[in-house]
């Protein structure tokens, strides 16, 4: 059964038209229904369903409950989340109970929000296809055959699965907006910062965001108005709009300036997919926006930057998973050299030790100046790029990826492959920038994904921008 739009499922709560009992009960019943997507780690039922029933309770004595009143709803596995374990897919972390909960969490919470469970992904968010999971890989809920894309696959395979509202996932590259595209439903990467990163397991710091994967912009909206702003425990945080994020009624396109980014209408994109993406870029025009072409010269190096920078992060925040403290430990170790060895071989998966020594060896000393500090100037180069095109675009648009879903097993032995599944999304992590990616018709019935850009901290309008987009295509 699909859900109303969150804003209408709340006021059915708070009304007392609707439980938030059953709401949890829908959502469970679901997720058992559907379970051999392998969308779902684990359930929170017990502490969901204890929620729901204060929830009612304080309804029916007439108190204020939240703007998101008995919604049910799903976080990505590295998340911390009480009532379950926090894995982040990864053997590692296997048996690991939060001792607290992350911001985002707390602030869906403290709006009557309800977590049911808990997403699948690649571990540690190191993937694009949820194949990287150390448990199981994610179904794609328009084939089994194919991935829901990643590293947020199990969120957004959730949502459009319908066993929940909505979802929490991270987008490090393209990790929200890339699912989003594969499964047909709208994911949202918010402007760098805009959303607390405290608890949720890190990847890559500089350029991890949170967002919302929902089915509407109008619901992507409520989700991050309630989530974003300043955080004492995350020092990246930056105010949010004082107007908020809610989408009310979509305004014009009339006189809005899309740049159409030439390098991701080129070569590598598969005819079919440009297809799409023009019929929706007509459509655009034909709703009165002014339409042209924008060229950045550096964007071809995006992926090259993305995959230095990326992993550098990556080995320095994977440097805690020691087995000593939390997670897996080598019981039989002979001493504390074995035991940091053999815990990390057994631990972490194949892409976690691969980005760790490609991490690692960018920052050596001898290939610090001649792989990393390089990669900080393209990447330099690339922020300067998007701020000029933002002095004459309102919004930038293209592909969110270059091609369909692919499928299951498909780019699992080659990396480089999988890592161009990210070459049109890790740039907007790179000069941290907000993006969406937005349904945008079929390719043998597989979805097809719009990405629309703003400028940083634009997110408000560019939300209004992707409603409008939205409701004509």
């Known amino acids: 059964m699909a859900w109303d739009s969150i804003a209408t499922i709340a006021a059915k709560v708070n009304?007392?038209?609707?439980?938030?009992?059953?709401?949890?009960?829908?959502?469970?019943?679901?997720?058992?229904?559907?379970?051999?997507f392998n969308a779902i780690i684990a359930t929170t039922e017990d502490r969901a369903k204890e929620r729901a029933s204060q929830i009612d309770a304080a309804i029916a004595a007439g108190e204020s409950v939240g703007r998101l009143a008995g919604v049910p709803f799903i976080a990505k596995d590295n998340f911390l989340v009480f009532g379950g374990e926090t894995t982040a897919a990864s053997n590692i972390l296997r048996g690991f109970e939060a001792p607290y909960q992350s911001t985002a969490i707390n602030r869906l919470e403290a709006e009557g929000a309800i977590c049911v469970a808990k997403a699948n992904l690649d571990a540690f968010a190191h993937g694009s296809s949820t194949e990287n999971s150390d448990f199981f890989t994610t179904k794609n809920p328009h084939d089994e055959t194919r991935v829901p894309g990643g590293s947020s696959g199990g969120s957004a395979a959730s949502v459009v699965l319908d066993l929940a509202p909505f979802a929490l996932g991270t987008d490090t590259g393209g990790s929200i907006r890339l699912p989003a595209s594969f499964t047909g439903c709208v994911g949202y990467k918010p402007t760098y910062g805009l959303v607390s990163r405290s608890g949720v397991v890190a990847m890559a710091s500089s350029t991890d965001v949170i967002g919302p994967i929902t089915t509407s912009v109008e619901d992507a909206a409520i989700v991050l108005d309630v989530i974003s702003g300043k955080d004492e425990l995350d020092s990246t945080t930056i105010e949010k709009d004082a107007q908020g994020y809610v989408?009310?009624?979509?305004?014009?396109?009339?006189?809005?300036?899309?740049?159409?980014?030439?390098?991701?209408?080129?070569?590598?994109?598969?005819?079919?997919?440009?297809?799409?993406?023009?019929?929706?870029?007509?459509?655009?025009?034909?709703?009165?926006?002014?339409?042209?072409?924008?060229?950045?010269?550096?964007?071809?190096?995006?992926?090259?930057?993305?995959?230095?920078?990326?992993?550098?992060?990556?080995?320095?925040?994977l440097s805690r998973y020691d087995g000593q403290r939390y997670g897996y430990t080598k019981q039989d170790a002979a001493d504390l050299n074995d035991s940091y060895i053999g815990s990390r071989e057994l631990g972490f998966g194949k892409e976690a030790k691969r980005r760790i020594m490609i991490g690692t060896y960018v920052l050596s000393s001898g290939y610090y100046d001649a792989y990393y500090r390089k990669a900080q100037t393209v990447r330099t180069k690339l922020i300067n790029e998007f701020a000029a095109a933002f002095e004459q675009y309102d919004v930038l648009v293209g592909p969110t990826a270059p091609d369909i879903a692919f499928k299951i097993g498909e780019n699992a032995e080659d990396p480089l492959q999988m890592y161009l599944t990210d070459i049109m999304t890790v740039a907007v992590n790179l000069v941290g920038v907000p993006a969406i990616s937005i349904p945008a018709g079929t390719i043998q019935d597989m979805p097809v994904g719009f990405q629309i850009i703003g400028k940083q901290r634009s997110d408000r309008e560019l939300l209004a921008i992707a409603a409008q987009t939205e409701a004509i295509l």
């Open 15 to 36: 009304a007392g038209e609707v439980k938030a009992v059953d709401l949890v009960e829908q959502s469970l019943r679901t997720i058992a229904e559907k379970s051999s």
């Open 247 to 317: 989408v009310d009624a979509p305004g014009s396109l009339k006189g809005k300036k899309v740049g159409v980014i030439k390098e991701y209408m080129g070569e590598g994109l598969n005819p079919a997919v440009k297809e799409n993406i023009v019929k929706a870029i007509e459509a655009m025009k034909a709703a009165g926006a002014e339409v042209s072409e924008v060229s950045l010269p550096s964007l071809p190096l995006a992926l090259a930057v993305y995959y230095i920078v990326c992993p550098a992060e990556v080995s320095s925040n």
